[in-house]
């Protein structure tokens, strides 16, 4: 019996709120850390570039997302068009302030609070507009993101084929690259990089969703007149939620462009992008962070393992629209059939399977 | 003993349906006041009234020194109401604890970004307010069910873990409403109990609408009947069950 | 000030709201008689028009193909209603709206796996022609000359399926007893149960009658913008028109139509130096609906929603 659940007493308030409160589990998390940042940056590049390098963006902009309508109850169709803001935030920063004020970690995160402040003047209508309703601020802001730098070249710096390379000189930050002799723009650095953003902001969104914004974030999505009773503030809830989300996905949106393709582009942070990362959530489960990691991995690798599978075992008979369509029809079957039997997502069906565990051989 | 909620010439419309017509009534600071009626008397639209949910078109209510028309709900929490309600009004998605947590609000002072980082003022807020709550969750003996999601519960629970997040405010006024609604015998002598409890022992003013008249009779001090939107009865549980004009209501003559 | 372009640009407007308000009509039928909002209509339309396209290009004559698109829709809104609602109902409202999400992706890659990805003309000015209205002294494809200006034949006539579709519908709601059954649902479906309204056979029907809804609109749209993905992008635009009529009312969704239709259209063309680009068509509609709903939060003639706490 090595993973023991009894036997853990709790002795004050303090541990009663640990995120892994077995010992068992804490030794997992370090042996985990080991790994990601041991073991992972000697992957292949193609491990790191083609994988796990995107799924930390998406990822992470679907634990935005998952704040905003995961948390908080309030429908978002516009990720995608805060992934941008962030995307072109970082790019315009690392490009026009001097380099020794800037570097890409630092661009990072202030174009996620550019992409955080756009979120608050979008999420001002929810203070009045509730329910369905709401979608259309969010479907604005996506519209209008997209719009307002296809329109003013200046943020591509009248780059006219519509995309701009990011320069490798970019990624050397406080010319630490060449300090260490590693080079920046590589992929094991960029992993670095995007990991520990992402395990960061991570960390910091389940501390929040443990604390007391996150049981007001839950409560405005459960029942916000009663919330407003006792004392909570909804209006600045929502607004906070839109910030902090958009916050996420702008980071995102940064990594995306500038640590996973290299490229700035609109074509990228489409209305389709918002979809793809609302899928992630759904299926990850609403409300779950551990679930949005997982349904991030799960959508994003499905056309990838199916096209293998298709090369593999059939002779590359799915060619890219056939990969296409199927993905999308498998992520609506799971999305459906998720709904019916287990509408928490997989984090649900993981801790279902997980109490199943704990009584077998009994049924229940 | 002062007054401490004083409501004067309410009255309250919906488009064209009165719900309330000329309404006043005091309450005393300390005292367990039982607001009672046949139902669509208008009684949970007084509360609402009183608590900041509903704006009537006259009349002022005073709370606390302060007379106003309205008050912002958020605004009235912060005054000292806390309230619960008819349809049970506890957070889906939350369990017990963390609903009961969410009563605390007002004395978390610490930023969204101390508590995202889980440091200083957060987390000592969160061992302070806890170690509150789990004072009212041993009052109201509900321990065994404090990491329930509150949808799994009993309607009985639920309503009690909904007067602990009331509870665990520390207001000067608790509104409830229906507290008993649903209940059985033992429920509701428990229920009782525990509104007596922190009525003496707090010494926090009660009033609760409530339609078993048992419970009225045996805890109440005051109590005021509403019918049809209209004050019928104000006084004592004595006085106002020999009134007539109760007993007409409450048998069914018409007027 | 060019009066006739302007009148010309208003009566474009309405003709396009027109064409919003046919697909927006499918969005309130399912959202009024059981709280969904469903996401999945546009994909319904691409469905229904892809499977008459390519019916009509392997020979099948217009009739015979519009029947069997029709059957077809039925068919899947009755299935729809059956594994993707029913075992959905008692749960709230955001998981039957993730659920049509779910079913929307389903039929996106459904329609286009089984059918194929290509963009299809489709001419349904070429199909009436033939039968349909002779005598016709005007042929359908050209342009009527009206006060000098000009207006596509063919928007007309649009405009005239879809007004008496929606004028039919409203009757329907109304005035006919199934209608009253829809209404009920749609305002407590546990209460119709409890009174012996047939949720399932209500709520199947609904589902069908969208979807040869569907089906209607999308063949009105394809004209505009042929058979294929974009048609997709033509529901996104309803969205601001039901939002603004309100999510609840057929009258609404028409006014809704209209206003987005014509203020669209005007935007574009007036206020488009403003904001030195072109395309704000692309917003425009959206913050037409997010200025209207600050100020009326439930729509034009949407239902208010009153919470009782």
Redesign the interface.
């Known amino acids: 019996m090595i993973y023991r659940e009894t036997g853990n007493f709790v002795t004050n308030y303090l541990k009663d709120r640990e995120i892994f409160p077995l010992k068992f589990d804490k030794i997992i998390v370090i042996l985990g850390l080991l790994i990601l940042y041991l073991y992972v940056p000697t992957m292949s590049e193609y491990a790191l570039s083609a994988h796990i390098v995107p799924i930390l963006a998406v990822g992470l902009a679907t634990v935005g997302l998952n704040i905003l309508t995961g948390l908080t109850g309030q429908l978002s169709l516009g990720t995608a068009g805060f992934m941008c803001v962030g995307a072109f935030g970082t790019y315009n920063l690392m490009l026009r302030v001097p380099e020794n004020f800037m570097s890409l970690p630092v661009a990072l995160l202030i174009s996620g609070i550019f992409a955080g402040l756009v979120g608050v003047i979008f999420g001002l209508p929810a203070i009045r507009i509730k329910g369905f309703y709401l979608l259309v601020s969010t479907l604005a802001a996506q519209y209008f993101v997209w719009w307002f730098f296809n329109s003013y070249a200046w943020f591509l710096n009248y780059e006219s084929s519509g995309v701009v390379a990011i320069a490798p000189k970019m990624y050397d930050y406080w010319g630490l690259g060449n300090l260490l002799g590693v080079d920046m723009q590589g992929y094991p650095s960029r992993y670095l990089l995007a990991l520990t953003i992402c395990l960061g902001l991570t960390y910091f969104a389940k501390n929040l969703l443990r604390s007391n914004t996150g049981r007001n974030f839950m409560s405005v999505r459960d029942r916000d007149i009663a919330a407003s009773v006792m004392g909570i503030s909804v209006p600045r809830t929502k607004l906070l939620a839109f910030f902090v989300s958009c916050f996420y996905c702008g980071v995102a949106g940064g990594i995306y462009s500038f640590l996973y393709i290299g490229n700035v582009d609109l074509m990228i942070y489409e209305i389709d992008r918002s979809f793809t990362i609302l899928f992630m959530l759904i299926i990850g489960g609403l409300g779950s962070i551990s679930g949005s990691w997982l349904g991030a991995i799960f959508v994003y690798e499905f056309p990838i393992v199916f096209t293998w599978i298709g090369d593999y075992l059939f002779q590359g008979a799915f060619n890219t629209a056939v990969v296409e369509n199927v993905s999308n029809m498998v992520y609506g079957v799971f999305i459906i059939a998720l709904l019916i039997r287990e509408p928490g997502g997989f984090a649900a069906l993981w801790g279902t399977t997980k109490q199943k565990l704990r009584m077998w051989p009994y049924p229940h | 003993m002062t007054d401490i909620l004083k409501v004067e010439n309410v009255t309250l419309q919906f488009g064209g349906v009165k719900a309330i017509t000329d309404i006043s009534f005091n309450v005393k600071e300390g005292e367990i006041c039982a607001v009672i009626g046949p139902n669509g008397a208008g009684k ?1 639209s007084m509360l ?1 009234v009183i ?3 509903y704006l009537p078109q006259i009349g002022t209510v005073t709370y606390d020194g302060v007379a106003r028309r309205s008050i912002n ?2 605004d ?3 005054a000292g109401m ?2 619960t ?3 049970i ?6 369990t017990v604890l ?1 609903n009961i ?6 004395f ?1 002072k ?1 930023t ?1 970004l101390e ?4 440091i200083g003022r ?2 000592e ?3 302070i307010n ?2 509150a709550v ?1 004072k009212v969750i041993k009052f109201l003996q509900i321990e065994s069910i404090r990491k329930t999601p509150v949808a799994k519960l009993p309607y009985g629970l639920q309503k009690r873990v909904e007067l602990g ?1 009331a509870l665990v ?1 520390e207001p000067k006024i608790l509104l409830l409403d229906e507290p008993m609604a649903g209940m059985n015998l033992e429920e509701k002598a428990d229920m009782s109990c525990f509104i007596l409890e922190i009525n003496k022992e707090q010494g926090i003013t009660t009033v609760m609408i409530e339609h078993d008249m048992g419970v009225v009779m045996d805890i109440s001090d005051h109590v005021v009947v509403l019918d049809y939107g209209k004050k019928i009865g104000d006084g004592s549980p004595k006085e106002v069950m020999a009134n007539q004009d109760v007993i007409d209501a409450y048998l069914g003559v018409s007027h | 000030m060019d009066w006739v372009y302007l009148i010309e640009v208003l009566v474009g407007g309405l003709m396009s709201g027109v064409m919003y308000s046919l697909v927006a009509i499918g969005f309130v039928l399912i959202y009024k008689s059981s709280g969904i909002f469903n996401f999945a209509q546009g994909t319904m339309l691409l469905f229904a028009s892809l499977t008459f396209v390519k019916m009509t290009e392997n020979g099948i004559d217009f009739w015979t193909a519009l029947f069997i698109a029709a059957g077809i829709m039925v068919i899947f809104g009755v299935a729809t209603e059956r594994y993707v609602i029913r075992p959905l109902a008692n749960q709230d409202l955001l998981a039957l709206f993730m659920a049509t999400v779910g079913l929307a992706t389903f039929q996106e890659g459904f329609s286009q796996f089984i059918w194929d990805s290509d963009v299809h003309g489709l001419q349904m000015s070429k199909f009436l022609d033939i039968g349909l209205l002779d005598p016709a002294p005007i042929f359908m494809s050209d342009h009527i000359p009206w006060l000098d200006i000009l207006i596509p034949k063919f928007d007309i006539f649009a405009s005239l399926v879809a007004g008496s579709l929606i004028v039919v519908l409203a009757f329907f709601f109304q005035k006919t007893k199934t209608g009253l059954s829809l209404r009920a649902v749609s305002d407590d479906h546990m209460a119709a149960m409890a009174v012996g309204i047939p949720l399932q056979t209500v709520w199947a029907v609904v589902w069908a009658v969208t979807g040869v809804i569907a089906l209607v609109a999308g063949l009105l749209w394809a004209e505009r913008v042929s058979v294929s993905f974009t048609l997709i992008e033509a529901v996104m635009k309803a969205l601001p028109v039901i939002l603004i009529g309100g999510l609840t009312s057929i009258p609404g969704a028409i006014v809704g139509g209209l206003v987005i239709g014509v203020g669209e259209k005007l935007g574009e063309i007036y206020l488009a130096d403003v904001f030195g680009g072109q395309g704000i068509e692309l917003w425009f509609a959206y913050f037409m609906a997010l200025i209207f709903l600050v100020f009326r939060p439930q729509g034009m003639f949407g239902e208010k929603l009153i919470e009782r706490v």
């Open positions: 949970s609402n608590n900041g949910v709900p958020r009235a929490a912060i806390a309230r309600f008819q349809n009004a506890l957070f889906q998605g939350m963390e947590m969410t009563g605390r609000n007002l978390m610490s969204w508590q995202g980082l889980n957060a987390r807020e969160e061992k806890r170690l789990e997040r405010a």
